[in-house]
């Protein structure tokens, strides 16, 4: 094991994260921690605490553009302890790797927001525009009283960003090879096909809802629901869950229940996809309700200031053209892109996130700021990455 060195401020501050348990909703008093660090800039920090969510929102400056940097502090729980090579909340260096649960998933990039931030204050006191920093607990649970919450308030007293990084981890089988500049919108349904109990050996004094709703989602499932676009693929229906009977091998059931979801593209819309559905179960006669549940919107971010500026800084870092990808599944940037017409994600390998031994390699702290810096340094002091 290798000591965390405090010169890599970045990737210090991503192990004193990490030695703050914040499980889902709780925050550990990570925010807290993040605030030490904002509150000397001069930023000015409000509180949008939502039951058992914590909320920070921090801004300097008061004039546009506005450029926000957004993530979460809560973490998924770590499973089994004793499956993991050391503890799940004890920073730990190995093999060139820092360890413990959140490590990409997203204290990394959250240490990555600071230190660059102040590397670029320092360098630029009197900078134009503003720097916005929105964290929440409530990303990886029910996503309701967090960063959804927080941009409501905002939108309500009018303000707008007009840039904003998420730091989810984003990258593939490299660092910085993959932005992510959009979201497909998720709808899920849950569908229960009202049959009549009977007998199997007397099917004729019974209604079978298995039997009834199977055609239904064949159609369902083989159904063109659009041809996706050039940001985004098809949108995709999914039967995630069917249930029924009583357990008896010998009863028909009165009811099935079935759950399913759509990962749709901006060419379809929410509406649409129930509009389509519905008809497909009336032309089967189905005797059915329906509950649906739209958990977040698609968004996408064109061409504009933002990509160019992080393409730009993460080329100047690592000397890659990353791509951009919108696939994966939500973000809180479907939040946020209701009042920023520019949101990205950008961060850490994701190849370990929610994982046992989830990590991140020691020298993505500190390329991830550096990035993170050379985007301010465009958008707000006029610099070339």
């Not at 670029?120 to 929105?134: E, K, M, N, R, T």
């Amino acid at each position: 094991m290798t000591a965390i060195s405090s010169s890599n401020p970045a990737l210090a501050l991503a192990a004193e994260l990490i030695a703050r348990p914040s499980l889902t909703p709780a925050d550990g008093g990570c925010l807290e921690l993040l605030a030490s660090h904002l509150e000397p800039l001069g930023f000015r920090l409000e509180r949008f605490d939502c039951g058992e969510v914590r909320n920070l929102w921090a801004r300097r400056g008061a004039a546009s553009p506005v450029v926000c940097f957004a993530g979460h502090v809560d973490v998924v729980p770590s499973g089994p302890e004793s499956a993991w090579c050391s503890p799940p909340f004890t920073p730990v260096i190995r093999d060139g790797y820092l360890y413990g649960r959140g490590a990409a998933d997203m204290k990394t990039s959250l240490a990555a927001f600071v230190t660059a931030i102040q590397a670029f204050v320092a360098a630029h006191p009197d900078h134009a525009g503003s720097i916005a920093v929105l964290l929440t607990s409530d990303e990886e649970g029910v996503a309701i009283d967090g960063t959804a919450k927080v941009v409501e308030t905002l939108g309500a007293r009018g303000e707008r960003f007009d840039y904003c990084i998420v730091g989810e981890p984003t990258s593939g089988a490299h660092f910085g090879d993959t932005i992510k500049n959009g979201r497909r919108g998720s709808l899920s349904a849950t569908l229960r096909v009202h049959g009549q109990q009977g007998h199997v050996a007397y099917p004729q004094r019974a209604r079978n809802p298995i039997h009834a709703i199977a055609p239904a989602l064949a159609e369902l499932v083989a159904t063109v629901w659009d041809e996706g676009d050039e940001f985004f693929p098809p949108t995709s229906c999914q039967i995630s869950n069917i249930h029924a009977g009583t357990g008896a091998n010998n009863v028909i059931p009165g009811e099935c229940d079935v759950l399913f979801n759509f990962r749709f593209a901006p060419v379809s819309s929410a509406e649409s996809l129930k509009a389509r559905s519905a008809e497909i179960f009336r032309r089967h006669g189905l005797d059915h309700e329906i509950d649906w549940q739209l958990s977040g919107k698609p968004f996408r971010t064109g061409h504009g200031p933002l990509l160019a500026a992080l393409t730009a800084a993460i080329h100047a870092t690592t000397g890659i053209e990353p791509t951009l990808s919108t696939d994966g599944g939500t973000s809180d940037g479907r939040f946020i892109a209701d009042i920023c017409p520019e949101v990205v994600e950008f961060g850490p390998v994701n190849a370990t996130i929610h994982k046992i031994d989830e990590c991140v390699a020691i020298d993505t702290a500190a390329a991830l700021a550096d990035v993170y810096r050379r985007v301010l340094d465009q958008l707000l002091a006029g610099e070339a990455a």
